[in-house]
């Protein structure tokens, strides 16, 4: 992802809430891995570990979901 494109997307994401619990991942490596699987149809469990775990960007893509899919009409 451009970084031309990330400064789009990135006020469309949603934001921590609470200071508790977990730090949060990083988002962009998320959203790559979660492009990575959608672009190349892999299991989540065969996704590089650069972007992130398989499970958080599994987890993620729920959450991200509404605000990814107006990100990409934004973008083209």
Known sequence: ?????????????PKKITTMG???ANARKVLNG???VLKTGCAWVDMPRK???YTTCMAKMG?????????ITKTG
């Open 1 to 13: 992802m451009t970084n031309q494109h990330w400064k789009i997307i990135q006020p469309l994401l």
């Open 63 to 71: 959450s991200m979901g509404t605000n990814l899919e107006k990100a």
């Open 34 to 36: 979660i492009l990575y």
């Open 51 to 53: 972007y992130s775990s």
């Open 22 to 24: 977990r730090p949060m």
